[in-house]
Nanobody, 124 residues
Framework: VQLQASGGGSVQAGGSLRLSCLAS????????MGWFRQAPGKAREFVAA???????AYADSVKGRFTIFSNNAKNTVYLHMNSLKSEDTAVYSC???????????????????WGQGTQVTVSS
């Protein structure tokens, strides 16, 4: 499984960005797909995750502002981010786990495949 993240950039607080994660080697609908982020000096943290047949999961800090969704025809998972805050500044990475049994995975250790990160910078 290979993942390619894109869509990061610089935006002012209150703005929006949409990140994309293009998957190859496995259909996203047959995987648990997650977004994580890591700010300088901080640990990688969960942002959102999605898998077929389950409600998406979100970190409390992004609920109501971020939306994760997939386009199966494009084999791509998106993270649409609204009302961005300076504390959303981080490197965002997408991840995949082919084992979709059980609840949606929330920790980075549970994901087997990772894409390269894409930088999101929010200025206040």
């Amino acid at each position: 499984v290979q993942l390619q993240a894109s869509g990061g950039g610089s935006v002012q607080a209150g703005g929006s960005l949409r990140l994309s994660c293009l998957a190859s080697g496995r259909a996203v609908r047959n995987s648990t797909m997650g977004w994580f982020r890591q700010a300088p000096g901080k640990a990688r943290e969960f942002v959102a995750a999605i898998k077929w047949g389950a409600f998406p999961a979100y970190a409390d800090s992004v609920k109501g502002r971020f939306t994760i969704f997939s386009n199966n025809a494009k084999n791509t998972v998106y993270l649409h981010m609204n009302s961005l805050k300076s504390e959303d500044t981080a490197v965002y990475s997408c991840a995949a786990q082919i084992n979709t049994a059980g609840p949606i995975l929330l920790t980075p250790q549970e994901y087997d495949y990772w894409g390269q990160g894409t930088q999101v910078t929010v200025s206040s």
